[in-house]
């Protein structure tokens, strides 16, 4: 059988990378296309895949797409169509967290990069989705996007963490992408296309900055594997119960 084709957007760094990482490792059910926001990016995550697993370089393409950039993205769509002419799964992951002290940019990029940049390469590839017998499309989202959840904190039913530095703007936009994940799903469930909202959980990365102690969430965020394997297992179709839902590792998260 042919190996399904998986597109990982923001794929060179924490979850994205992890994901490739596990979806190469798990099996050779998967090709793996790293796109990042520049091909010299795409390149080391692709060689730091390959140095862990040296039988996954069959299986691993490159392709530049800053996913707030139309041009680029309508480059990756061209590239995959004429390299596979079809798409499996995307993974909508690339996000940005913001911290501009300027409240109109923090706003501007968190909406930019998490939210229109998703809708439109959603959009723009899903016709490839499409041509899939089986086709996914994950919006690697968050816990902090979830109205269920902030009704719980905001209500003092959960502790109350502390107002993030961004102002909310990061939340806003997984509350968006959410929305945008939802409608996905019921407009194209009938034609087979299997969405999820996904919340990654607090893991290691470079979303809250690239220092030590904001990598690792001041030593509190688990690996950014878990992820990568909760990814692996929603496209094993392990998830399939949950459809339309934004899951976590071990359930599902109210919208
Ligand atoms: N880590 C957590 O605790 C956590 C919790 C909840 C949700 N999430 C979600 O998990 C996803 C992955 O984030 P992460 O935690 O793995 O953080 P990360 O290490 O910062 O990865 C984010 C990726 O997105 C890329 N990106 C940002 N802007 C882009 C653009 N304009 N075009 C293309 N790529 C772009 C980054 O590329 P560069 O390297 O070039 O910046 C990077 O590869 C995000 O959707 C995030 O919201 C993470």
Excluded at 107 to 123: E, F, L, Q, R, S
Excluded at 127 to 136: E, F
Excluded at 182 to 194: I, Q, S
Aim: net charge positive; aromatic share 8%; with cysteine.
């Amino acid at each position: 059988m042919p190996p399904k084709i998986i597109l990982i957007t923001g794929a060179n760094s924490g979850i994205g990378l992890a994901a490739a990482k596990a979806l190469t490792s798990a099996s050779t059910n998967y090709h793996v296309i790293i796109s990042a926001r520049s091909l010299s990016k795409a390149q080391i995550a692709k060689a730091e895949v390959e140095a862990e697993n040296p039988s996954s370089a069959s299986r691993l393409s490159i392709v530049q797409l800053d996913v707030t950039d139309g041009a680029s993205i309508k480059y990756a769509q061209v590239f995959v169509e004429k390299e596979f002419g079809h798409l499996d799964a995307l993974i909508n992951n690339a996000a940005i967290a913001s911290g501009d002290p300027d409240i109109y940019t923090r706003y501007k990029v968190c909406m930019d990069t998490n939210v229109v940049g998703p809708a439109v390469i959603a959009d723009v590839f899903r016709p490839l989705l499409l041509k899939s017998s089986n086709p996914y499309s994950i919006f690697v989202s968050s816990g902090a996007g979830s109205f269920g959840r902030a009704v719980e904190r905001f209500s003092g039913t959960r502790d109350k963490p502390p107002e993030p530095k961004n102002g909310g703007a990061y939340h806003v936009s997984k509350a968006a992408l959410n929305m945008l994940a939802l409608r996905e799903h019921h407009m194209y469930v009938d034609k087979g296309l299997k969405v999820f909202a996904f919340s990654p959980g607090f893991v290691v990365s470079n979303l809250r900055g690239t220092s030590n102690e904001l990598r690792t969430g001041w030593g509190k965020a688990g690996p950014a594997s878990v992820a990568g394997e909760t990814l692996l297992s929603i496209l094993d179709g392990k998830r399939d119960l949950d459809v339309g839902k934004l899951v976590y590792k071990d359930g599902v998260y109210d919208w």
